[in-house]
């Protein structure tokens, strides 16, 4: 990964879990910055901050969102890191009487962006255990069997899911800059159940994997 580094999480429980795993005395620890819930309001806070970080004539070189999220039965356990081959928004189209249809089958744009394969081929050599395939970004968390089975079968590649990398992906790329996706996994996607989540051990798992997110 190219510095500087931004770090974009939804929450202050995953920004101060990155926060703590930085090391300290690095020239070149990232920023990380708390963007907000969900696709829309990540997309316009990662686009702000690297905007006005141009402006400054400062650019930030690499983006990462980072923070907990859902893993796919059989495909990301809980406790995993996960990496995102590409940040899917999965629920962003329409519904028809033949079955969901995307963005792309409407001819309005794409939903799908690859990470930067430097910044992931880099991810991969300093995580090699981390799960890598596509994760999912939705505007409504899953919280059925149902749903999550038809997203499964849908994206047979998706590993997580999660509600902002594809916000911040849109704004990395309209930037010209770097993108990459790390989450943790706290829970199973499906039936909404959260006293099973290991949201601790979620956040352990991203300060554990903070360090190498330094230049």
């Given at each position: 990964m190219i510095p500087p580094l931004l770090v974009a999480t939804a929450v202050d429980a995953e920004h101060d879990a990155i926060r703590a795993g930085l090391p300290a005395g690095r020239a070149s620890l990232p920023t990380v910055v708390t963007v907000g819930v969900g696709p829309a309001a990540a997309a316009a806070t990662t686009a702000r901050l690297l905007a006005l970080a141009e402006a400054a004539g400062r650019p930030y070189r690499t983006v990462v969102c980072a923070g907990i999220a859902g893993g796919f039965a059989g495909r990301a356990p809980v406790g995993a890191l996960v990496l995102a081959a590409r940040s899917v928004h999965a629920d962003l189209g329409a519904e028809a009487a033949g079955g969901f249809l995307t963005l792309d089958d409407l001819g309005f744009g794409a939903t799908v962006v690859p990470a930067d394969p430097v910044a992931l081929s880099a991810l991969r050599g300093r995580f090699p255990d981390a799960v890598v395939g596509d994760v999912l970004t939705v505007a409504t968390a899953t919280g059925t069997g149902a749903r999550a089975g038809a997203l499964a079968a849908r994206y047979p590649a998706a590993v997580a899911e999660a509600m902002e990398g594809y916000g911040v992906a849109c704004a990395a790329a309209a930037a010209g800059v770097a993108f990459a996706e790390l989450r943790a996994v706290c829970n199973v996607v499906g039936p909404r159940d959260t006293a099973s989540w290991e949201i601790?051990?979620?956040?352990?798992?991203?300060?554990?994997?903070?360090?190498?997110?330094t230049g």
């Open positions: 601790p051990r979620a956040l352990g798992v991203l300060t554990a994997a903070a360090a190498a997110l």
